[in-house]
C-alpha cells in the first residue's frame, strides 16, 4: 500500500507543480513508512520538505502556504503526533474559509499512521478519528486497500477542502493489483465491499479485513452478510448506507475508534435518526475498549476487536 | 546597518558605546538581576524610570547581533546629503501620518459604536501602536502579506483593506470584509493580502510563515519572479509561546522571507511581561536562533520605519528573516471589555507623552515638511471616512440565513451524500441555510 500511496502523491505532484509536502523524515529519509520514498530526490528539497519536530508550526505553515496558493501534503509521522497540532487543525484547517467569508480555501491534505500496531505502545498506537470528528470545515477519509488508498490519496489532494486521510500502520504492506490507468476515487462516497441479505456490516480501514475474516466463518454459518467500508468518515454517504439498511434491516458496525462519541456513535446516530422505520433490532456497534492501547500482546488483542466477536455480534442480531 | 552578502554573518557597527540617551528615545531597560520581577505588581514603575542605559551592541564575536534603532537613525542623519538630511520627504510624511491618524479615528469610533451596542464581542483597539502598523505596513507592496492577531483593525487599514470594510465586519453585516462571519478577531483579505485576524495567540504566526515560504516556493520551485514578503505582527505575551520559537527556527533556518514583528506593549491582557518572561529583551531572542534581533522605539514612526526598511529589504534580497521588537504601548484596556484597573496611572501618563501622532506632527512642524492647515485637512478627510464608513456599515444588511451553511467547505460536496442518494449541497433547503448536514 505504501507504494500506492507514493504513486497517488508522485502523479499529483507531476501534475501540478504547487503540490508540496511537509512532514518529518519525509525528504532524505523517505518517509517512516517509505511513503515519500525517492520523492525528495526527483522533486528536491523545498517540495518533499523535511520539517524540524514542530507539529503545531509545520501544520500552521501548511495552511499559510494554502491560503497563499500551495497545496501542501502533511503527513503526521504518526496520527497521534498531529494532536500536538489540533491547534492548527481545527481553528486554522477547518475554519479559516469560513471566518474568512470563502476568501482563502486551504486545499491541505493531512495524513498519516494511526491505529492500533503491534505492540507499538499506547501512545502510538492510536485511534484519533474521533478526536477530528467534530471540527466543522474538514473532512476525514480512511483508506483501507491499496486500491482506494491511491484512489483517495489523489481525490484529496485535488480537492479544494482540507482533508484528513487515516491510513493504518499495518496496512502498509498489503499487496495488490491495481490499474495502470489513472483514476480517482470520490471522498464522499463509501465502498460496498459484499453485498449480501440479511445483515449490514458498516466498517473501516483495518477492521473492514476482521470483518472479511468473520464473514467467511458466517458464510460457512449459512448467513449472507452485506459488508460496506465506509471510506469516508466524515461527512457520512448515507445513500449506499441507508440502500443497505433499507435491503437487510439490521445493521452492525466494527469499527477501531474509540466506543466513546467515535465515528460508530455519530453513525449509529445517523442511521437512527435517518432509517428508524427501517430498523428490526437495535443497531450494534462494536468498538475497541476506552482504553489506552496496552503493550502486552494478549491486551493489545483484545483492546480491537476481533473476528470472532462479530460472528458472535451477527448471529445475535440475526437471531 | 551594513549587511554583508554571505549567509548570516553581519558585520558588527562601530557605535559610540558612551552615548547617553534621553527618556523619549528609550531603547533597552537594565533590570536589575536582584529583585524578583514577579513579586510585585509595582514592579513596573521601576522599568521605565530607567534611562542611562548603552544600546545593546555585540558584546561577544557572534554572527549575529542586535541594533539600537537610534543608531539606524543617526546614521541616515549623518549619510544623507545636507540637502535633504530629514527621514522622510514631505508626500511621505503626510501618508504616515493619515495612515496613524485614521487608526486612531477608526479605533475611537469602534469604542464608541461597541458602547451604543453596534458592535460586540472582543474588541481589541489598537490606541497607541499605530507607529508600528504604519511604520511597517506602508512599506509593503500590495503583493506583501500581513497576519496580525486579534487586535488586526488598523494593521488591515493599513495594509488597504477600506473602512467600509472593516467596519461592516465589525457590525457583523454581509459587507464586512469577512461577510459578517469573522468578526473583530478575524480581518481577512484576499485582495489586499490580510491574512488574518486569529483569536488565539501565536496561531498566526505559522501562517505568515507558511506565507514566505510560498514566496521562496514560488522563486525555487515554480521560478517565478517574486519577491514578496510575509509580516508577523503578534505580542510581548506571544513571545513565551512554542510556536515563536517553532517558527523563528524554522524562518531562519530555510532563510523564509519574513520579519517578524513584535508589539512589545509590556501587558498580556493583567500579565505583565516582566512577570511572565525569563528574560524579557524579546529580541535577544533572534540571535538565539541565527537571525538579527532589533530593538526599536514603537512609539515613533520614524524609527520604526527605518528598521522596517532594512528588514524589509533583508527578507526581499533573501537574506532571511529578522525580529523586531518594537517597544510600545496601548492607551486603552486590553480589549474594550478590560476595566484596566492594574496598569500603574503614571505608566499610562508617561507613555501618552509620547503618543506616535503627536510625535510625527511634532517632527514635521519643526522640520517645516507641512503645514498645520494640511494637517487639519487630513484630520477632516479621515473623521468623514469614519464616519462614512459607520454610516455605510449601519446600513448594510444583516447576513440572511441562506448565508449560514456557506462557505464551511470550499467546496460544499464534503458535506457528504444524504439519504436520497444526492449531494447535501444540492438540496434546495441548502440555500436556505435550513438543511440538515
Known amino acids: 500500500m505504501f507504494e500506492a500511496l507514493r504513486e497517488g502523491l508522485e502523479e499529483e505532484m507531476d501534475r501540478d507543480p504547487r503540490v508540496c509536502v511537509f512532514g518529518e523524515d519525509v525528504g532524505h529519509y523517505g518517509g517512516s513508512y517509505k511513503v515519500t520514498k525517492g520523492l525528495a530526490q526527483k522533486y528536491g528539497d523545498l517540495r518533499v520538505l523535511d520539517t524540524p519536530i514542530a507539529e503545531n508550526s509545520f501544520t500552521g505553515m501548511a495552511v499559510g502556504a494554502a491560503m497563499t496558493g500551495l497545496r501542501p501534503v502533511v503527513e503526521g509521522m504518526n496520527m497521534g503526533f498531529l494532536l500536538l497540532a489540533f491547534n492548527q487543525i481545527s481553528d ?6 469560513y471566518t474568512s467569508g470563502g476568501q482563502f480555501t486551504i486545499p491541505t491534505v493531512i495524513r498519516g499512521p494511526g491505529g492500533v500496531g503491534r505492540q507499538l505502545g499506547a501512545e502510538h498506537s492510536q485511534r484519533l478519528e474521533s478526536y477530528f470528528q467534530s471540527i466543522p470545515g474538514i473532512q476525514l477519509v480512511a483508506c483501507s486497500t491499496v486500491y482506494n488508498a491511491k484512489g483517495l490519496m489523489k481525490a484529496a489532494i485535488r480537492s479544494e477542502n482540507p482533508v484528513v486521510l487515516f491510513e493504518h500502520v499495518l496496512l502498509y504492506n498489503l499487496k495488490e493489483r491495481i490499474p495502470d490507468e489513472e483514476y480517482v476515487l470520490s471522498l464522499e462516497e463509501a465502498e460496498m465491499v459484499r453485498p449480501g441479505e440479511h445483515i449490514t456490516i458498516l466498517t473501516y480501514s483495518r477492521m473492514r479485513y476482521h470483518v472479511m475474516q468473520a464473514a467467511k466463518t458466517l458464510v460457512n454459518k449459512g448467513y449472507d452478510p452485506e459488508v460496506i467500508d465506509i471510506r469516508s468518515l466524515k461527512p457520512f454517504d448515507l445513500y449506499t448506507i441507508g440502500n443497505s439498511v433499507k435491503k437487510t434491516h439490521r445493521v452492525l458496525i466494527v469499527e477501531e475508534c474509540m466506543r466513546t462519541g467515535g465515528i460508530g456513535a455519530s453513525l449509529t446516530a445517523a442511521i437512527n435518526e435517518n432509517f428508524h422505520d427501517y430498523l428490526d433490532a437495535p443497531i450494534v456497534c462494536l468498538s475497541s475498549q476506552d482504553v489506552p492501547t496496552p503493550y502486552a500482546g494478549t491486551l493489545e488483542e483484545w483492546t480491537v476487536v476481533q473476528p470472532s466477536q462479530i460472528v458472535a455480534a451477527v448471529e445475535q442480531l440475526c437471531k | 546597518m551594513a549587511c554583508s552578502a554571505t549567509a548570516q554573518i553581519i558585520q558588527p557597527l562601530s557605535i559610540n558605546s558612551a552615548r547617553s540617551v534621553d527618556n523619549s528615545d528609550a531603547c533597552t531597560k537594565t533590570l536589575s538581576p536582584s529583585s524578583f520581577l514577579g513579586s510585585t505588581p509595582r514592579i513596573n514603575k521601576k522599568l521605565f524610570a530607567v534611562n542611562k542605559s548603552i544600546s545593546p551592541l555585540a558584546r561577544r564575536p557572534t554572527t549575529v547581533f542586535a541594533v539600537s534603532s537610534d543608531v539606524v537613525k543617526e546614521k541616515k542623519l549623518k549619510s544623507n546629503s545636507s540637502l535633504s538630511n530629514l527621514l522622510i520627504t514631505k508626500k511621505e510624511g503626510l501618508e504616515l501620518y493619515e495612515d496613524m491618524y485614521l487608526g486612531r479615528a477608526f479605533e475611537d469610533m469602534c469604542a464608541q459604536m461597541y458602547y451604543r451596542g453596534k458592535m460586540f464581542g472582543f474588541v481589541h483597539l489598537y490606541n497607541g501602536q499605530e507607529a508600528v502598523s504604519t511604520g511597517f505596513i506602508k512599506l509593503l507592496k500590495k503583493e506583501d502579506y500581513v497576519v496580525s492577531t486579534y487586535r488586526d483593525h488598523v494593521h488591515s487599514l493599513s495594509k488597504g483593506v477600506p473602512a467600509r470594510e472593516v467596519m461592516s465586519e465589525l457590525f457583523g453585516k454581509t459587507t464586512g470584509c469577512c461577510r459578517g462571519q ?195 485637512a487630513i484630520d477632516k478627510k479621515i473623521d468623514e471616512l469614519v464616519e462614512d464608513a459607520v454610516e455605510f456599515a449601519d446600513k448594510s444588511p444583516v447576513p440572511a440565513r441562506s448565508q449560514l451553511l456557506e462557505n464551511v467547505f470550499a467546496d460544499p460536496r464534503g458535506f457528504g451524500i444524504g439519504p436520497n442518494g444526492k449531494y447535501r449541497c444540492e438540496d434546495p433547503k441548502f440555500t436556505e441555510g435550513t438543511a440538515q448536514v
Open chain 1, 92 to 97: 486554522n484547517c477547518g475554519m479559516l474559509h
Open chain 2, 182 to 376: 469573522g468578526g473583530s478577531m478575524h480581518m481577512f483579505s484576499k485582495e489586499h493580502n490580510v491574512l488574518g485576524g486569529f483569536a488565539f495567540i501565536g496561531e498566526g504566526i505559522p501562517v505568515a510563515t507558511g506565507a514566505a515560504f510560498t514566496s521562496k516556493y514560488k522563486r525555487e520551485v515554480l521560478k517565478e519572479d517574486c519577491d514578496e514578503v510575509a509580516l508577523a505582527f503578534f505580542g510581548d505575551g506571544t513571545c513565551n509561546n512554542g510556536q515563536f520559537f517553532e517558527c523563528l527556527n524554522m524562518a531562519a533556518l530555510w532563510k523564509l522571507p519574513i520579519v517578524f514583528v513584535v508589539e512589545n506593549n509590556l501587558w498580556a491582557i493583567g500579565m505583565s511581561h516582566v512577570r511572565a518572561t525569563s528574560d524579557p529583551q524579546i529580541w535577544k531572542k533572534g540571535p538565539a536562533f541565527g537571525m538579527p534581533g532589533i530593538h526599536v522605539d514603537g512609539m515613533d514612526v520614524l524609527k520604526v520605519r527605518e528598521v522596517a526598511k532594512e528588514a524589509i529589504d533583508r527578507a526581499r534580497r533573501g537574506e532571511g528573516p529578522t525580529l523586531v521588537e518594537c517597544e510600545t504601548y496601548r492607551f486603552r484596556g486590553h480589549s474594550l471589555a478590560d476595566p484596566d484597573e492594574l496598569r500603574d496611572p503614571a505608566e499610562k501618563a508617561h507613555y501618552a507623552t509620547r503618543d506616535p501622532i503627536t510625535a510625527l506632527k511634532k517632527y514635521m512642524a519643526e522640520n517645516k515638511l507641512v503645514s498645520e492647515a494640511e494637517l487639519k
